[in-house]
């Protein structure tokens, strides 16, 4: 960690990764290997989805992405929210152009940029903050960048908006097909988790799985968004 460090010290995976908030970690990425990228299935993308903003979304799924590359395989990290991205930000890349440049059809091909320091990852920030996420989303141009990453990489990441923002984080969660459902411990509500969950069943999307974040190991040690 420092002034000129390639990523925000909040991506605890990539400067710690042997803590207690790392062991963690791998230990859910055994668990995805398990249940969804595993080589029978071949299975590539996951969307990491939350009910409301300030669960811990985007900072699991940006640690995920570290813990993916880590162990060899080429990930990419998709920043699909297009109305509060982070990924740019945790990962300190630039935005001027990203996912919703490429919905807009204002770039003819995918740019990602790759994590200095950390071999195998890279980025698709969210890109310029559009007026109609949604709109943009719809876009058939959502399958074909997916299928062009999943074709490129091992696994495919995609952080999404919260579910409450609107109808993005359906439209995203159907274009991958499995998602990740975070709560945050003290935060999220069950009835609000359910709600989730049940939309996204209703939009005939897998849930692989949940996690709770934010459950301290001791008086001193948690998973912080």
Known sequence: PGGS????????????????EGERLRALRSQLQLRWFNQSTRNTALAIVSGGRGEGRSNLAANLAVTFAQLGQRTLLIDGDLRSPRQHELFRVESQTGLSSLLAGRMQDQVVTFVH???GLAVLPAGPTPPNPAELLSRPGLSRIL???????D???VDTPAFNAGADTALLARAVGAVLVVARNHVTRVSTFNDVVAGLADSNVQVVGSVLVDVPTSKNASLRE
């Not at 460090?5 to 207690?20: D, W």
């Open 5 to 20: 460090s390639p990523v925000s010290t909040e991506v605890v995976a990539a400067y710690k990764p042997f803590s207690a």
């Open 117 to 119: 320091g950390i071999p």
């Open 147 to 153: 299928a062009q990453s999943s074709s490129s990489f």
């Open 155 to 157: 696994i495919v990441l």
